[in-house]
């Protein structure tokens, strides 16, 4: 079945650094990748997402890179702020016959940024 | 704009009940999704509404079954709840179903069960 695989779990940098978390998928027709952050005690929220007819997308400190062929996909913070401390999670879209709007999340990379 | 509600906030049960949980999309929002994230775990896909219709479930026992209304409005009912159920259940919606531009998922700020 379809599955999403996300790398590091746990990443812990110093403020100021860079944050890269990394995701695969298995379904050849994905064709929609959303990132998510979730604070603690509340709702995802959309950070940024990328659909597959672009490598990337950047908006502001926050870019994201995919490469279909090998079905990875990639989320870059910089100049990472204590505020950018929460659960990210990719995602990708996935289904059947009823459409493909199904959203396969990865388990989750819980980011700390230290003072 | 309001965003994606939830009811009711928190509910604890026992195994065996059943429960319903609540779910209004963003105004003009067709599709309602719901999902389950387990404590500390990840965003499990349940099941996916659009105009009335179940589009998609996800890998979940009958006994997880829900329905849309004719406002969008959607709701999730759990038979013979299992402690296993425990968790949080976040619905979200989005603008379209074809995998367009607008089918970004907001999500609501989820019902959390506790079964004991």
């Known amino acids: 079945g379809e599955n999403v695989e996300q790398h590091p779990s746990t990443l812990s940098v110093q403020e100021g650094d860079s944050a890269v978390i990394k995701c695969t998928y298995s379904d050849s027709a994905s064709n929609y990748f959303p990132w998510y952050k979730q604070e603690l005690g509340k709702r995802p929220q959309l950070i940024i997402d990328i659909r597959s007819n672009v490598g990337e997308k950047k908006d502001q400190r926050i870019a994201v890179t995919l490469n279909k062929t090998a079905k990875h996909f990639s989320l870059h913070i910089t100049e990472t702020q204590p505020e950018d401390s929460a659960v990210y999670f990719c995602?990708?879209?996935?289904?059947?016959?009823?459409?493909?709007?199904?959203?396969?999340f990865g388990a989750g990379t819980r980011l700390a940024v230290h003072p | 704009e309001a965003g994606v509600t939830q009811s009711p906030t928190h509910l604890i049960k026992t195994r065996g009940q059943q429960v319903t949980l609540r779910c209004s999309p963003i105004s003009g929002h067709t599709s309602v999704y719901w999902y389950q994230q387990a404590l500390g775990l990840g965003l499990q896909f349940l099941l996916w509404?659009?105009?009335?219709?179940?589009?998609n479930r996800g890998n979940f026992p009958p006994r997880f079954s829900g329905r849309q209304f004719p406002n969008y409005s959607s709701e999730l009912n759990v038979n013979a709840l299992e402690l296993e159920d425990s968790a949080l259940y976040l619905c979200?919606?989005?603008?379209?179903?074809?995998?367009?531009?607008?089918?970004?998922?907001?999500f609501g700020p989820g019902t959390r069960l506790t079964v004991l």
């Open positions: 509404y659009d105009e009335g219709e179940e589009r």
């Open positions: 995602a990708a879209n996935s289904g059947g016959t009823g459409g493909y709007n199904k959203l396969i």
């Open positions: 979200a919606s989005s603008l379209t179903i074809a995998g367009g531009p607008g089918d970004t998922q907001y």
